[in-house]
């Protein structure tokens, strides 16, 4: 039995428990973890769990084994129908038992299968009316602290443990699992002993099969080492999520975080196939003033203008401009973008040379944006696009593209980066990149994904255009039904 096999073990675990002092005054309360009797009645809690879940499990395979000998018989004279239909159907029979079949009795199986019997009601209340005779969140941590205890009173390390190595006292089938690993790794980043918590991530780690649990010990090892400043083997954990699993929150926040951080450092070189030339054909005046263009990438499409911004515009800019901090669209400190901004409204002139970029109309645009990146100023990684709903997009429209001008050089750091297609765009005074932020169908790409890194040394002033769809109807003809597409995940 169960109860007698491990009874001395259990003994001899909660004496070592009792006998660690630091534990007792930490646990004034009665705990499970510190009293064998304790114990004996939570094994008496999880077999009548075990028996509870077995007489239900018991009435799912009676519903099963009904349905299956059903569906065996059904299948063996859908086969003798699939095989010759004029001969099956050309009996009057066979064709009214086909329409009774459809007509009523999948009907009747249908509404077996989502009936729940009360055989099965009365298991499922059980199992409800125990919970409260289970141990919450803070026994358990008791019983975490007591296993540190125990490591730190008789020197053992996570792999003993993990084991069934006690101290001497071995029993392999009392080895912890992957699950209990994981706990205590968890409990080991809450008490700040955080080489202690990789060691219980690894064997959790190598205990796993599943690729989502797998993933469950990775994110958590990722956040830990984030939480260190070890950013580059963070991001190697965060790498084996798999495609199915949507990311939380805060795993989107530190995976964007790292990116960031990865990007701004790396050293990016230009694709080979794509190239410079001037561009004379966007509109009637770059015939005459063709404008110096690199181009960056293909998807989405990206380009750099060169010296198309002057000096004397940008010293009327600046000397003019009244900078306040940035804010969101609540009116509250923004937590992604630390620098001060500024808006352009009499810009008929930049306007035009906008539309000399990009072939764009500038109507329903939003102003100029005068943006200032201080020392460490920078802007997470994000979107231009806003992503309206079906209702909202066809009134407002969305931001198809982007201009961002450079109005001066930065000592240091400052660059634009695209993590995803591996581009960064230092700042050039008198330079502006412009780039496509909509694929064709009017879906957002969610390769535009951009992040300004920090400044290191100087200060970064950038003017940026984000350019309306709406009025793009016969520039770009594709877009015209552009608001029939819902956005596309890649």
Known sequence: MFILKYLKFIGFLSACFICCQGFVKSNPKKSYAASTMELMKLLEVEDELVNNLNGYVKTLKMKFNLMERYLIDMSIEHRE????????????????????????????????????????LVHIENARLMRKML???????????????LMSCYDLKPEELAAGNLAG???????????????????????????LAEAWYNLSLNRFENKFDKYR??????????????????????????EEIVASNEVIHFEEELATKQNCTAV????????????????????????????????????????????TEIDGMLNSSNFGLSLTDSGQKSEVRTSKDSYIVDAKSLNERVTDMTGF??????????????LGGHYMLHYDFHEYTNTTRPKQGDRIATVLFYLGEVDSGGATIFPKINI???????????????????AMNLKSLHSACPVISGS???????????????????????????????
């Not at 141990?135 to 019983?143: D, G, K, N, W």
């Open 361 to 374: 109309s500038m109507e329903m645009s939003d102003p100029f944006s005068l943006i200032n990146y201080g």
């Open 268 to 311: 990016v070189q230009k694709p080979s196939r794509l190239q410079c030339r001037y561009n004379s054909s966007t509109t009637p005046f770059t015939r005459i003033a063709p404008l110096k263009m690199e181009e960056l990438s293909l998807d989405p499409y990206m380009v750099v203008f060169h010296d198309v911004v002057y000096d």
């Open 424 to 442: 960064a765009v230092t700042p050039k005074k008198g330079s502006a990149v412009f780039w496509y932020n909509l694929h064709n169908s009017g």
């Open 169 to 195: 006292y071995s029993q392999p089938e009392t080895g912890l699992t992957a699950y209990d690993c994981l706990a205590l790794g968890e409990f080991s980043v809450q008490k700040r002993k955080d080489d």
């Open 135 to 149: 141990p919450t969140s803070s026994y358990l941590e008791h019983a975490c602290r007591g296993i540190h205890d």
């Open 217 to 242: 010990v990775h994110k958590a090892w990722a956040l830990l080492l984030a939480k260190n400043k070890q950013f580059t083997e963070a991001f190697h954990h965060f790498e084996n999520k798999p």
């Open 81 to 120: 129908m699939k095989s010759e239909y004029e001969s099956y159907l050309g009996n009057p029979l066979n064709s009214f038992r086909l329409i009774h079949r459809l007509h009523t009795s999948w009907r009747k199986w249908y509404q077996y299968a989502i009936r729940i019997d009360n055989n099965a």
């Open 460 to 490: 970064k002033y950038v003017l940026t255009k984000w350019i309306n769809e709406l009025p793009q109807m016969f520039v770009t003809p594709c877009m015209k039904d552009s608001n029939l597409h819902l956005p596309q995940k890649e």
